[in-house]
């Protein structure tokens, strides 16, 4: 059993940041690509960034150069640092882990950008 929790939102004025963690806990032998979505209200979700096994990294390009991710592999765990923020960064952000040919989805944590 493989549970994934995502932790980090809150609400943040434009041009603040924040920092999302997830974490995936279980039996877990290998995390092959841990990746970021987003979906906005009324929108579909988005990819927003991956990383591999290998550290090879992808973004969207609407968030290139402001959300680095990155991983720590001990902790099974993937963050994705969010800077420069704008009110259409709002929206709730879910990982989504592959692990041993299985994709799992945390429950998200909502980012909401606004003054």
């Known amino acids: 059993q493989v549970r994934v929790v995502e932790s980090g939102g809150g609400l943040v004025q434009p041009g603040g940041s924040l920092r999302l963690s997830c974490k995936a806990s279980g039996t877990i032998f290998n995390i092959n690509a841990m990746d970021w979505y987003r979906q906005a209200p009324g929108k579909q979700r988005e990819l927003v960034a991956a990383i591999t096994n290998s550290g090879t990294t992808d973004y969207a390009e609407s968030v290139q150069g402001r959300f680095p991710i990155s991983r720590e592999n001990a902790k099974n765990t993937v963050y994705l640092q969010i800077a420069c923020m704008k009110p259409e960064d709002t929206a709730v952000y879910y990982c989504?882990?592959?692990?041993?040919?299985?994709?799992?989805w945390g429950q998200g944590t909502q980012v909401t950008v606004s003054t």
């Open positions: 989504n882990l592959f692990i041993t040919g299985v994709h799992y």
